[in-house]
Nanobody, 116 residues
Framework: QVQLVESGGGLVQAGGSLSLSCAAS????????MAWYRQAPGKQRELVAR???????NYADSVKGRFTISRDNAKNSVYLQMNSLKPEDTAVYYC??????????WGQGTQVTVSS
């Protein structure tokens, strides 16, 4: 089992920045991929950014060039630096981890609100 705890959400004006953190605990040795997803009201949950254990990353087109995902394996943590935020980035952001056995884990989510 893996437990994920996010922190760092909040309210920011358009054009501002926020940084999210996610700390994993439990069977962290089993984690392959870590990612951030988000879900806006009335919309489906979508992938924001993903980082694999080898460091490879991929991003949603809507956040490329503005968001950066990083990972600290020693601290079992993943981060999301969000710059140039837009109102459409408003959502609940979820930390996600996928084990080598394909089992998926989710954090409880953290609210990010971008005001115009």
């Amino acid at each position: 089992q893996v437990q994920l705890v996010e922190s760092g959400g909040g309210l920011v004006q358009a054009g501002g920045s926020l940084s999210l953190s996610c700390a994993a605990s439990g069977s962290t040795f089993s984690i392959n991929t870590m990612a951030w997803y988000r879900q806006a009201p009335g919309k489906q949950r979508e992938l924001v950014a993903r980082i694999i254990s080898n460091g490879n990353t991929n991003y949603a087109d809507s956040v490329k060039g503005r968001f950066t995902i990083s990972r600290d394996n020693a601290k079992n943590s993943v981060y999301l630096q969000m710059n140039s935020l837009k109102p459409e980035d408003t959502a609940v952001y979820y930390c996600n981890a996928v084990g080598y056995n394909a089992i998926m884990y989710w954090g409880q989510g953290t609210q990010v609100t971008v005001s115009s």
